[in-house]
């Protein structure tokens, strides 16, 4: 037997009242308590849950933006697209029937074709050569296929997946891969991302730090309450779970706050964005809070709630001792 | 029940609450410490309540070294143990029958034991009908009846009092006196410092006397 076991034998243990049902029961209770303990001041839970709010909506806004406008890169023309220069040996029929499968893949969403005709036409237009052009006995020019990847495929990444598989194709010659726009759009949001990351953090800290200080001031308003029920015999874990509970409505409020700013504030763009997208020539919406945004919010700003309220708890509850 | 062997407290200051004690309570038990202001009489009913921990000797209580209990089992060796002060210690904010229900709803007991131990309790101590009033309202000695109701709610097999007359007049103080005795006779272990020797010694139960945190007389001592 070791030492340890010896010495529990010899102590005689507690008797520990577990009944589940009386405990759930205490649980809602204490979280009502705890909720109406906070409508008592409703101003000062509203200030704290206000700023609670603006700290969860900022990262929440900026995330939702960046996005926003990631999709866009998807519907936005010229996002990237792709060049096919197709065998000078095919027919303009042969060459019509490439564009037609191309066009029918599901990662393509639009594939026009010009014939050699119509380049020799262009070329003749554009670059005033027309009278050397004149003077090969054929058209050098081969037919080009342009093609604007869809939504799935808009990424750079993707774009160059798609641009591997039609270099595969017998009839193309060669591939060329415009994503100088696309790899810049993606730099510029994976930067963003970035930022509101370091930003999310940040202002999760100040929730700690507001919900911890908010609780650190109950605790000392509830000095005295908390040595009487020291007195009578609550474990650290029963007088623990009113403030958590506070806690996690402060959150929970907070949480709420969020929600509604983060709507109003894309409400407020709503406009303005649609109009840029129509310089684009896209219809956009901008995206309202996604189902799993709002899941996000709503259980981090309880849980943010939940853990500052612990660290304050932990620090300030093992000082106060009876007397 | 209750067992001092050599027991010292030396608090943070330096001073010594109590310097070297030793005593017994058996079971069912009742006796009254007494001695001069300072001598240490809530020094050694603290102790028993875990409110201070010996630097010195041990002390047994329910079978129990205190000595070795853990700091996360206080709370339910707390619960083990009643105790009724001087200044009540009731909470302002909530009613008698809330503060009589706290030991019980600190404990984990459910909602319909709970409004019958109270009503138990209540009637015990003389309040019936006086739950719904706030300790604010009440007289000195109500609240130290409330106190009083608080502490044996539980049905503690150990009451602690100190100076739980202090503040009320001779004939309140009988009253109360009157029923710790009547506590003591269902065979709750009792141990309640005060100054009053007069009243103590009329009642003709074990005197524990202390000076400067010893132990200067006890009727109770074997011999
Ligand atoms: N928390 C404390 N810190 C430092 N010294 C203390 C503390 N509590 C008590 N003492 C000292 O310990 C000694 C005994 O105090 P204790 O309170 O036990 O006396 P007492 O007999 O209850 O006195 P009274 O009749 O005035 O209540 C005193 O000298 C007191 O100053
Ligand atoms: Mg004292």
Not at chain 1, 270 to 281: E, F, I, N, S
Request: aromatic share 4%; charged share 20%.
């Amino acid at each position: 037997m070791t030492g340890k076991a010896r010495r529990k034998a010899k102590q005689p243990g507690f008797r520990r009242n577990r009944n589940p049902v009386t405990w759930l029961l205490r649980h809602a209770q204490m979280a009502l308590a705890a909720l109406g303990r906070l409508a008592q001041q409703p101003l000062g839970t509203l200030m704290t849950a206000a700023v609670i709010g603006i700290a969860i909506a900022l990262p929440s806004g900026l995330y939702l933006l960046v996005n926003n406008v990631r999709d866009l890169t998807g519907s936005w023309d010229g996002g990237s697209s792709i060049s096919l220069f197709l065998n000078q040996s095919l027919s303009d029929q042969q060459a019509r029937g490439v564009r037609e499968v191309i066009a029918r893949r599901d990662d393509v969403a639009e594939a026009r074709l010009i014939s050699r005709q119509q380049a020799l036409k262009e070329f003749r237009q554009r670059s005033g050569f027309g009278e050397a052009l004149d003077l090969l006995d054929h058209n050098p020019l081969p037919a080009v296929i342009l093609v604007r990847p869809s939504r799935i495929a808009s990424s750079a990444l993707a774009t160059e997946r798609l641009a591997k598989t039609l270099e595969g194709f017998r009839e193309i010659d060669l591939v060329r891969v415009d994503l100088q726009w696309v790899r810049r759009l993606e730099a510029i949001t994976r930067t963003l991302e970035r930022g509101i990351l370091v930003l999310s953090g940040l202002l999760s800290a100040a929730v700690l730090l507001i919900v911890g200080n908010t609780i650190r001031l109950e605790i000392q308003n509830r000095h005295n309450e908390i040595e009487v029920v020291k007195l009578v015999g609550a474990t650290d874990a029963f007088i623990r779970r009113p403030f958590l509970y506070e806690g996690v409505w402060y959150g929970l409020l907070g949480a709420l706050i969020a929600i509604l700013l983060v709507t109003a504030g894309l409400g407020l763009m709503q406009d303005p964005v649609q109009r840029l997208a129509g310089l684009y020539q896209s219809g956009f919406d901008l995206d309202i809070l996604t189902s799993g945004a709002l899941l996000t919010i709503l259980t981090g700003g309880p849980l943010l709630g939940l853990l500052g309220a612990w660290l304050a708890v932990g620090r300030h509850l093992s000082r106060i001792q009876p007397e | 029940m209750i067992r001092f062997d050599n027991v010292a407290k030396r608090y943070a200051t330096g001073r010594e609450g109590l310097a070297g004690a030793s005593l017994h309570l058996a079971p069912g038990e009742m006796a009254f410490v007494t001695g001069h202001s300072g001598a240490g009489k809530s020094t050694l009913l603290k102790l028993i309540g875990l409110l201070e921990r010996a630097t010195r000797g041990q002390v047994w209580v329910n079978g129990r070294n205190l000595n070795k209990l853990r700091q996360r089992d206080v709370p339910y060796h707390r619960r083990e143990v009643g105790m009724i002060f001087q200044d009540h210690r009731l909470l302002h904010g909530r009613t008698v029958f809330d503060n009589i229900a706290l030991p019980l709803v600190v404990a984990g007991m459910g909602h319909q034991e709970i409004q019958r131990r109270v009503r138990a309790a209540l009637d015990k101590v003389d309040l019936l009908g006086k739950e719904r009033s706030h300790p604010v309202s009440l007289s000195g000695g109500e609240q130290q009846r409330v106190g009083i109701a608080r502490a044996l709610v539980s049905k503690p097999p150990v009451l602690l009092a100190d100076e739980p007359t202090g503040n009320l007049d001779p004939e309140l103080s009988r009253e109360i006196m009157e029923l710790f005795l009547q506590f003591n006779q269902v065979g709750v272990t009792m141990l309640i410092a005060t100054h009053d020797v007069a009243l103590v010694e009329r009642l003709g139960k074990r005197i524990i006397q202390l000076r400067e945190g010893r132990i200067l007389h006890d009727t109770g001592a074997p011999a």
